[in-house]
């Protein structure tokens, strides 16, 4: 184990959650100390465990990627003595969190009001889809969110409304899962009283769509898909180039002004239909179209060297392989290693949160399933 101190050290998590929302904020936990012991379906578990490919040392990455820190333990709900075993579970934590269809706990004596009049210092963390009142009865999947939530209104093209690449909604919501519940910590820390702390994919969506779903809720503007442009600053996308795009983002008219003298069109400022940016954004085509006629004279590397030594915020597109050697390039060490001692050591995305006094700790490797086998005498163990 590691001698590093750690934020949460104390803390006991009930992670009852599955696939990524839920996971993804109990991993976050755990790498800041908590003690995460992870339920999972007897002869099954998590649903991620069976998403592949790809495939590492037999076991899906889904499942790797966001289950680090944690023992499994397998319990099957409907078995009397697994039940009472999930019981004397839940007494002994400070956190539980669940992302079962609303209700559903409340059958087997483990919904928040249920657990929280036998454990008023319990903080009951509830994820849903659509909330747990008239959207009960929606399906909680991100790609449901996404579209019912206008993300893929926005993104792609007029003509293609498009997902973005990953399960950004679950991310987005897992984390406001785990800022939710270190408020309730500190509360209960102050007055010994836990609560139920309530988020769904609807409306962190909601929240996290920012500046589009302030223009909505202010004016009654709805956007529309710009493909790779921004409503609001331009030039402010992917150009083309000799060989590949690169991504340009001049959001100030300084940076404006240093991106034309860079590439011998210093008159592009004088000209009204730039001069400021709200009339480069209603010339939106015609300005890409000036500054592509030079950028396709050279390529990505010649511009991103050039426009980043004049201050112009810039970058190539780079796939998943160039953004980690990037990172690697930068010194911020993105990937480490999950487990220490006889485990075995999992190669994992490094949390991005840096505390100088108490850093995150990558302590266990991803467990195997059930790998505590429903036992709970080990429950002295953090």
Not at 98 to 116: M, V
Not at 216 to 228: D, F, K
């Amino acid at each position: 184990m590691s001698a590093q101190p750690r934020a949460l050290h104390g803390v006991r998590v009930l992670d009852l959650s599955r696939v990524l929302a839920g996971p993804h904020a109990t991993m976050l936990l755990a790498d800041l100390g908590a003690d995460v012991i992870k339920i999972e379906r007897t002869g099954v578990g998590d649903d991620t465990r069976t998403w592949g490919p790809p495939w590492y040392d037999g076991e899906a990455t889904y499942f790797l990627g966001t289950n680090r820190n944690k023992r499994s333990v397998c319990l099957d709900l409907t078995d009397e003595a697994d039940l009472a075993r999930l019981h004397t579970l839940a007494a002994d934590c400070d956190v539980l969190v669940e992302n079962f269809r609303p209700g559903t706990l409340d059958k087997y004596g483990l919904g928040y009001s249920q657990l929280a009049g036998d454990h008023p210092a319990l903080v009951y963390c509830s994820i849903t889809g659509f909330g747990s009142g008239r959207g009960a009865h929606l399906p909680g999947y991100d790609l449901i969110a996404q579209a019912t939530g206008g993300l893929m209104s926005i993104t792609g093209t007029p003509d293609e409304p498009m997902k973005v690449g990953v399960a950004l909604v679950d991310v987005i919501t897992g984390l406001h899962a785990t800022i939710g519940i270190q408020a309730a910590l500190r509360h209960r820390d102050a007055t010994g009283e836990g609560q139920l702390v309530e988020v769904n994919l609807l409306s962190s969506l909601l929240s996290a769509l920012s500046n589009q779903a302030s223009a909505h809720v202010l004016t009654g503007a709805v956007p529309a898909a710009l493909g790779n442009a921004h409503p609001s600053v331009a030039p402010y996308q992917p150009l083309r180039t000799a060989d590949r795009p690169l991504a340009v983002a001049a959001t100030t008219e300084r940076q404006f002004q240093a991106l034309a003298d860079a590439i011998g069109r210093g008159d592009l400022c004088a000209d009204p239909r730039y001069a400021s940016n709200s009339s480069r954004v209603a010339n939106r085509e015609d300005l890409i179209a000036e500054i592509e006629a030079t950028f396709v004279t050279a390529d990505a590397d010649h511009w991103f060297e050039l426009l980043t030594s004049r201050g112009v915020p810039c970058g190539p597109i780079n796939d998943l392989g160039q953004a980690f050697r990037l990172a690697e390039e930068l010194g911020l060490e993105p990937v480490v290693q999950a487990g220490t001692g006889d485990d075995r050591r999992v190669a994992q995305v490094r949390n991005p949160i840096g505390l100088s006094h108490t850093p995150a700790t990558y302590r266990r490797d991803p467990p195997r399933l059930g790998s505590r086998s429903g036992a709970v005498e080990w429950l002295d163990e953090r």
